[in-house]
């Protein structure tokens, strides 16, 4: 039985196909090397062959979109898959929300 996703867990806005490259970062241990599967404007979905925890926060980095340097902070929502993690982007500037869209324009 699927379990009903809580507003906080919704997507907010469509999502592109997009894989590039992410690292995510932990407060402490060795950064995380993954892969994205889609991204959009509130968030994105990772391959991490690393577990990653429900309600974990990294910090993360994407590749530059039209210049910009994509970085800030992610919370792991759910596993979606093997491997793959629902994450939610946290208080992300308009400048990040804006490079997100054009890194998604671009891949698809």
């Known amino acids: 039985m699927a379990r009903e996703l809580s507003v906080s867990e919704r997507r907010d ?3 592109a196909d997009v894989a590039v490259a992410c690292t995510l970062r932990r407060r402490t241990g ?3 090397s993954c892969r994205t599967v889609d ?12 577990p990653l925890a429900t309600d974990e926060l990294f ?5 530059p979109a039209g210049g910009t ?3 800030g902070r992610a919370r792991v929502l759910r ?6 993690y ?3 982007f946290e208080h992300l500037p308009d400048a990040m929300r804006d ?3 054009q890194l998604g324009a671009t891949r698809r």
């Open 79 to 84: 596993q979606q898959a093997h491997q793959v």
């Open 69 to 71: 340097s994509l970085t």
């Open 39 to 50: 991204v959009g404007p509130g968030g994105m979905s990772v391959h991490s062959v690393r």
């Open 59 to 63: 910090a993360f980095d994407l590749p």
């Open 13 to 15: 806005g469509a999502r």
């Open 30 to 32: 060795a950064p995380i």
């Open 86 to 88: 629902a994450l939610r």
């Open 99 to 101: 490079g997100l869209d």
